[in-house]
C-alpha cells in the first residue's frame, strides 16, 4: 500500500510513501538525457528528459516506483491489484508496459498538459518484463506545479481523471475515494461549536476536537482521506517548512511495522518517503530504518551523462549527537 501527495504551497513539492512487506534493493537513481531508454514495443529513446527518483534497476533498467523529471514534473505508481486491466499490444497505439509508464511519461513530457496529450493515445500492454519479474497491477499519479491527475488501466481502457486533491493511495478506484470526501465534511482544524443542542453547556474537553471522525486506520480509504484532511490544512511560511510539512503529512499515513500483518505472517512497513522539489531538481529520502533524510540534486549531475547513476538507501540510522 502507498499513499502520493502534490503540495505546492511555497513552492512545488511532491511526496510518496511506498509501502510494502520487502526491500529489493531500491536506490535513488538519476538517469541523464543521452541514456538509452528503451522499451518492450522496440523503441529507444536516445535523447530525453533527465529524470531522478527511487528505482530497483534490473538488467541495467530501471524500474521507477516514482521520480521526477528537469522540468518538475513528478509521476508515482502505486498498487491498484483488484482494478487493473491490461491489454495485449494494440496497432495504432502507444504500447506501453505498466513498468515503462514513469520513464515513458517523464522522458517525453514537461508538465501535465503535455501528459494528458500523450496518454490519450496509450495502451498499457500486458507485458512483462522478464520471466521473474512480472507486470505488477498499478495505477499513477502525475503532478506538476499546476495540478494532479489519476491515470488508472480499466476495462474500457486507460482513464484519466482530474485530481484536485492532489493526492492518490491505492484500490479501490479513484472515483471511490472522491465520492467518499464527502462523508467528513463537518472536520475543521478548528475548535468545534455546540451544535449537539442550544440547551446543553458544551465545551471541548481536548484541542483537534473538531477533527473527531477523521480514520486512523492503515486502509487506502482512510489514508486517502486523512491525507487529503492534512495536506489541505497544512501551514507553511517558507520553502523549507514546505519540505518539511510534506513529510510530516507522509509520516501521518505511515505504516508502522507490525500494525498491517498479511496472510503469510509479514508486516508491511513504510519502506521510504521521499519528497521531490519541483522548482529546484532535488529528491529527499528518508528510510525504514533510518530517520534522518538524505537527498540527491539533480542539477549537479552531467545532464547530459550517458549512464545511470545510481545512489544506495543509507539504511543504517545516523544519529547526529549534540554533547560537547
Known amino acids: 500500500m502507498c499513499t502520493a501527495i502534490a503540495f505546492n504551497k511555497n513552492g512545488s513539492f511532491f511526496g510518496r510513501n511506498l509501502d510494502l512487506e520487502y526491500e529489493i534493493g531500491e536506490k535513488i537513481t538519476f538517469v541523464p538525457r543521452n541514456f538509452p531508454l528503451g522499451f518492450k514495443n522496440g523503441k529507444v529513446f536516445e535523447h530525453h528528459f533527465a529524470m531522478l527518483g527511487t528505482a530497483h534497476i534490473a538488467g541495467g533498467y530501471p524500474l521507477f516506483y516514482d521520480g521526477i523529471n528537469e522540468h518538475g514534473l513528478f509521476a508515482a505508481a502505486l498498487n491498484f491489484p483488484e482494478s487493473a486491466v491490461y491489454f495485449p499490444e494494440k496497432e495504432g497505439m502507444g504500447n506501453v508496459a505498466a513498468f515503462e509508464m514513469i520513464p515513458f511519461v517523464l522522458s517525453l513530457c514537461s508538465n501535465i498538459a503535455e501528459a ?29 506545479k499546476t495540478g494532479a491527475i489519476t491515470v ?35 472536520l475543521s482544524p478548528k475548535e468545534p461549536e455546540n451544535r449537539f ?37 497544512a501551514v507553511s511560511e517558507s520553502h523549507e517548512e514546505s519540505l518539511s510539512q510534506v513529510f510530516h503529512i507522509l509520516e501521518s499515513v505511515s505504516m508502522i511495522k507490525g500494525c498491517v500483518r498479511l496472510a503469510d505472517g509479514k508486516f508491511e512497513k513504510t519502506v521510504y518517503s521521499a519528497c521531490a522539489d519541483g522548482e529546484n531538481g532535488i529528491y529527499y529520502c528518508k528510510v525504514f530504518g533510518n530517520s534522518r533524510i538524505f537527498a540527491v540534486d539533480m542539477k549537479k549531475e552531467d545532464l547530459e551523462g550517458t549512464k545511470i547513476v545510481p545512489y544506495p538507501f543509507k539504511t543504517e540510522q545516523d544519529i547526529l549527537f549534540q554533547n560537547r
Open 197 to 233: 443542542s442550544e440547551n446543553l453547556d458544551l465545551e471541548p474537553f481536548s484541542k483537534g476536537t473538531g477533527a473527531f471522525g477523521l480514520p486512523g486506520d492503515s486502509s487506502s480509504c482512510s489514508r486517502f482521506i486523512k491525507a487529503v484532511f492534512g495536506k489541505e490544512n
Open 116 to 144: 494528458k496529450t500523450l496518454l490519450k493515445r496509450v495502451n498499457v500492454s500486458s507485458t512483462d518484463f522478464s520471466k521473474v519479474l512480472k507486470s505488477t497491477p498499478l495505477h499513477w499519479f502525475f503532478a506538476d
Open 152 to 186: 488508472e488501466p480499466l476495462e474500457n481502457g486507460l482513464e484519466m481523471y482530474e485530481n484536485p486533491f492532489g493526492v492518490l493511495t491505492n484500490e479501490p478506484p479513484f472515483g471511490y475515494h472522491k465520492l467518499r470526501l464527502s462523508e467528513f465534511l463537518g
